[in-house]
Each structure stands twice: as structure tokens, then as C-alpha cells.
């Protein structure tokens, strides 16, 4: 405790507590945009690597609970479907978080930031861009550029779905798919972050105090979730992915 407490003060404690369960309820609404509320908000207050460090743990977890809500065998399913996203985007995210200490972030949250806002806007707007069917080529390419920008920043999802609204996935399908491809990506993540020295014993205890207020708060963003159709649901998923695009640009333009 100590330790802990040697990094942060109670004060700080509170307001981390409060983020990760606003960011919890997002991502219980719309299924993604944790990691990207986390290091947005964190980062207000605490060094960019205790951040990034501190929105690991939550991040398995919650993830982790999504994938399973339907079960194993459909997780399972969805992983089989995906592998090619998840191998490129896996591949990438443990090389790219090698260089988190080295690399600046400006540039790479302003390569995905910009294209995701001018998407989101586009879908908005209501014209629409689909993809007619899933592309080997396109998914090696989106998910390793989701996995570049996820090692370093902790933010992978909005080009993951951006993919996956293109394809016009299904509203559950749609939320246990991207359980599965944020939680596998966040496990190479939590090793990957061991490897670079983000994660160790003076950070993994704030870590893991996150999880409790993450998971409180996508328990009550699902009840929503729920509850809503699924137009409703992709309004809902462009409107945060603007936010989060917008948030992206901001910080790479403001450092």
C-alpha cells in the first residue's frame, strides 16, 4: 500500500475511480472506448506511462466479460472468424509497444485519429460507407494498424470498429466480437507492457485497483445495451467513435 500510495493520493485515487467507471459505462453502452476515456482522463492528472499502466488490468477484465456474455463457444466462434485481425493486430501491438518509451504518440494519434472523424461524420451525415464482404487483405491491413497504434497508445479500438460498422455486424455479434479482439489484444498488451517496464511492481497495484470501478460501470452501461434497437445502437457506436476521433486529433495536435 505504500508503494501505492507512493504514486498516487487519495484525491487522485477518486478521481481515477470515477474515470474508469465512466469509461466502464461507455464501454457497456457501445462495446469499446474504455482504453481511449482512461488515458484521456488519467492523463489529466498522472504521467502518460502510469496512465497507460493503469488502464491494463481494467482493461483484460471488462474485455474479458464481453467476450463471454454469450458464452465460451460463441467467443470462440468470433476469435475463428477474426483470426486474421487478431494475428496482424497482435503482431504489431507487442512490436510497436517496445518503442512506447521512444516513440512519440502526436503522430500515430493523429494518422488514426483524423480518418476515424471523417468517417464517423460521413456515416453520420447519412450517407454510408460499407464494405460489401470481409477482405483477408483488409483485415491484415486495419488490424495490424489497430494493433501499431494500441502498443503505443493503449487505444485500438476505433479502427476496429470503424471495421466492423462498415461491415454492418450485428448489434450482440458486434459487442462479443470486439470482446474478443480488445481482450486478446489487451493480454499482449499486459505482457508486452511487462516486457517494456510500463508494468511492474510499483504500477501493477494501481492496475488492478481499476478493475473494480471498470467492470461496476460497463454492468450498467449493458443494462442500456440491452434495452436499445440496433439503430439506436450504431447511432450510439458513431457518435462515440466521433468523440473518440475528435479526442484523438485534439491530443495530437496539443501534445
Known sequence: MDIFFAFLTPQQMVFAFGIALVAGFIKGVVGFAMPLVLISGLTLFLPPELALAGLIFPTVATNLFQALRQGVQAAWASTRMFKVFLISGGIMLVLSAQMVRFLPTQVMVLVIGVPITLFALWQLSGRSFTLAQRS????????????????????????????????????????????????????????????????????????????VPALAGMWLGSQIMDRIDQASFRKATLVILLIAGVNLVRRGLMG
Do not use: C, N
Not at 156 to 173: E, N, S
Not at 189 to 204: N, Q
Open 136 to 211: 483477408t487483405k483488409v483485415e491484415v491491413l486495419v488490424g495490424g494498424f489497430a494493433g501499431a497504434v494500441g502498443g503505443v497508445s493503449g487505444v485500438w479500438g476505433p479502427p476496429t470498429v470503424a471495421y466492423l460498422t462498415a461491415l454492418g455486424t450485428a448489434k450482440q455479434d458486434q459487442m462479443r466480437v470486439q470482446g474478443v479482439i480488445y481482450g486478446l489484444g489487451a493480454v499482449a498488451l499486459l505482457f508486452a507492457h511487462f516486457g517494456s517496464g510500463v508494468l511492474r511492481s510499483e504500477t501493477v497495484p494501481f492496475s488492478i485497483a481499476m478493475i
